[in-house]
């Protein structure tokens, strides 16, 4: 017979938790990762009331985790999907995008399906086509990320939402936390505080990252066991993820299976030690203006991140800095 639930003794358990050592049945399963999700967000507030915020959903195990908790957790009247196709050569599928869509529905949610090439006049392939001409040494997924993070806020402010969740994982969070330390970024550590708000600007819509406590097995089991079809193949410029990122990746996953529970309590011993710093911070508000698309830029910089990185493939006027993008739900 297998073993009973842990919580409520009475269906079959499906899912370990080693760091809990509990054994879960699904429902127990889902009400404990929709539990944690909620007290995070409470916790530091991520989420007020009013607040209209933009899901980035990217069609993996991560986003329909975001997608269905924060349906759960608040008025889904107030939750707008955004999904964008990088524009990478069989990676992204129109069918993932159109069942994303579908799914967010049964929600109550409206997602938006927008690209990279829409934005920026390039996909990635596109871009990393031009990078190689030039030799410029600049990866996928600094280009990529930067393109998105972008896409993302400028869709955010456009259509009103105050907030962006974007589904980072305790994984993610935990890699991030001890990359910024080995660099002796102190200033990058303390960012991802969710108290800690470093710069405000009217063009920048603050992030949150509800689940920041939720380890990515977790998600992939959420998703897996809950039905949703994931899109499943790998990037093929994964192999570009930096270096440092991939053996970081690689120590913590080795230490967390030997120590269970290793980075929730890496991630909350962090955000203990910072919170008085994090939440005295008071925001600078110096941000200049990218002289080509009117985007927020670093003090003392003429081009923005984006446009910087576009100029260095030969592109000096990119799309979105002579083209207006109209933005509709
Ligand atoms: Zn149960
Ligand atoms: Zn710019």
Not at 176 to 184: F, K, M, P, W
Not at 258 to 269: D, N, Q, T, Y
Request: hydrophobic residues 35%; aromatic residues 8%.
């Amino acid at each position: 017979m297998p073993p009973l639930c842990s919580r409520c003794g009475l269906r079959q358990a499906e899912v370990y938790q080693p760091q809990s050592g509990e054994s879960l049945c699904r429902e127990c399963f889902f009400e404990d990762i929709t539990a944690r999700v909620k007290r995070e967000v409470e916790r530091w507030n991520m989420i007020e009331p009013g607040d209209v915020i933009l899901l980035a959903l990217s069609g993996g195990k991560d986003g329909y985790t975001l997608l269905d908790v924060m349906s759960r957790i608040y008025k889904s009247d107030r939750l707008i999907g955004l999904n964008i196709i990088e524009g990478i050569h069989g990676y992204n599928k129109e069918e993932d995008a159109r069942y994303l869509v579908m799914t967010a529905k049964e929600f109550g949610i409206d997602v938006i399906v927008t690209s990279i090439k829409e934005y920026t006049g390039l996909s990635v392939d596109e871009i990393m086509y031009k990078a190689k001409e030039r030799s410029t040494r600049v990866s996928a997924c600094t280009y990529c990320g930067i393109a998105r993070r972008r896409i993302m806020n400028y869709y955010a402010r456009e259509l009103g939402a105050n907030k962006l969740a974007t589904a980072h994982n305790l994984d993610d969070e935990s890699q991030t936390a001890v990359i910024n330390i080995l660099r002796g970024d102190f200033e990058s550590l303390l960012r991802q505080h969710p108290l800690a708000e470093l710069v405000r600007d009217p063009m920048l819509v603050r992030r949150i990252k509800p689940l920041r406590k939720i380890y990515e097995w977790e998600t992939a089991t959420f998703t897996f066991l809950k039905g949703y079809h994931i899109q499943e193949t790998e990037c093929p410029y994964i192999y570009q993820l930096p270096t440092l990122r991939a053996k970081v990746r690689r120590e913590l996953y080795r230490y967390e299976s030997e120590h269970p529970g290793a980075l929730l309590r890496f991630i909350e011993s962090l955000d203990r030690m910072l919170e008085p710093i994090a939440a005295g911070i008071k925001p600078r508000s110096d941000l200049g203006r990218c002289v080509r698309c009117g985007e927020p830029t670093p003090s003392g910089k003429a081009l923005c991140k984006l446009c910087e990185l576009l100029e260095g493939i030969g592109v000096a006027s990119p799309l979105y800095s002579v083209r207006r993008l109209r933005v509709r739900v």
